[in-house]
């Protein structure tokens, strides 16, 4: 179960329409290393972890990542509203302003759409902890980019805290692992 | 401070700080769950949330759907606030 709390987790305020760096950042909507990769991957291995404590951080960090999706569909937003076609073509999103209009769609600058080949799942929890070390890399990765992207520093300013937050997630998915690791040493086979 | 007597949106950010603490606890909680420092702060965040919640939910409305929040009114007001994308902070 699940439940919508009709707030995002921090405020998002742009300086105005921007629809070039738009295209940018909904990479980290619905691009390889996006907060819908995570959120699904995340959520979807809770299934074959061994201990409550993995299952516990999966949970909680695969639904504080679905609210991070939240904040990137706000930006995307924020930056299109009060953009005009010319400044959409000029900004060289008018592929996508073909096809969808304003809307958002799972996709990544270049518009290759969202597929679920990005998500990996093993069942092996020791490979799975480990693809969820290096997705919150990349992830940090790619927000680092999306920093170097932006001119506009209230958009810099949300992008600076999602990347943050990956950080945070790495450190705690390092502590899961550390745990399962533990666990399968103590396993008793007869 | 009265909550009843903040502004709305500074209300709402309050709730959003108090929120993240909560968030970064729960999940430092998960991997230290005996840290009793911790645990005292998470219950402290949480009676303080709980407080902004209630201030907020019987001005603004209901913050929580499927019965986690009441509807303070006569009319359903879950669909009339404004939804978090369209608020100008």
Known sequence: MWLYEKKLQIPVRVCGPNPRLA??????????????????????MRYSMPTNKAKGVLTDIGTEELAHMEIVATLVYKLLEGASVDQIKAADLGGHYATHGKALFWQDPNGVPWV?????????PVADLH???????KARAVYENLIRLSDD????????????????????????????QEHMKQKKFY | MDLNAMPQNQLLLQIMQLEFAAVELN????????????????????????QCKHAYEQMCGPLI?????????????????????????
């Open chain 1, 23 to 44: 295209k940018y950042v909904i990479t980290q909507y619905g691009g390889p290393e996006g907060e819908l990769s995570a959120s699904l991957r995340y959520l979807n």
């Open chain 1, 116 to 124: 679920a080949a990005y998500v990996s799942a093993t069942g092996d």
């Open chain 1, 131 to 137: 693809e969820n070390l290096a997705a919150e890399q």
């Open chain 1, 153 to 180: 520093p209230e958009v810099t300013n949300v992008l600076r805290w999602l990347r943050e937050r990956e950080v945070v997630h790495f450190q705690r998915f390092g502590e899961t692992l550390m745990d399962v």
């Open chain 2, 27 to 50: 999940l430092f909680l998960d991997t230290h769950p005996d840290c009793q420092e911790s645990l005292a702060q998470f219950n402290q965040i949480h009676q303080q949330l709980m």
């Open chain 2, 65 to 89: 759907n499927f019965g986690f929040s009441p509807n303070v009114g006569n009319c359903w007001r879950w669909v009339e606030t404004p939804w978090p994308w369209e608020i100008k902070y």
